[in-house]
Nanobody
């Protein structure tokens, strides 16, 4: 089992930054592919960003490219999402997810075995 705990969400004005963190436990963190998804009420959970086990490969949704930066600290067992130039449409609950596999589509929810409880991000205009 993998336990994931997100933190760092909150309310911010449009154009501002936030940094989300996801602390992992239960498995060797460096063997987990990690990702962030987000979900607005009434909408599908959508991909935001993902990274491979080593961090050498990262993937971003087109809607966040150039604004969000994903990083991981394997020693601290933590995944980060630095979000800059936030927009009201970024408002959602953000979920951290982990996969123990080394293959599969990093953009797909189906790849990920473990999920955190989510942290709310609200961007006001």
């Amino acid at each position: 089992q993998v336990q994931l705990v997100e933190s760092g969400g909150g309310m911010v004005q449009a154009g501002g930054p936030l940094r989300l963190s996801c602390a992992a436990s239960g498995r060797t963190f460096s063997r987990l592919a990690m990702s962030w998804f987000r979900q607005d009420p009434g909408k599908e959970r959508e991909f935001v960003a993902a990274t491979s086990q080593s961090g050498s490969n990262t993937y971003y949704a087109d809607s966040v490219k150039g604004r969000f930066t994903l990083s991981r600290d394997n020693a601290e067992k933590t995944l980060y999402l630095q979000m800059n130039s936030l927009k009201p449409e970024d408002t959602a609950v953000y979920y951290c997810a982990a996969s123990t596999g080394y293959s599969g589509n990093p953009y797909s929810r189906l790849r990920y075995d473990f999920w955190g409880q989510g942290t709310q991000v609200t961007v006001s205009s």
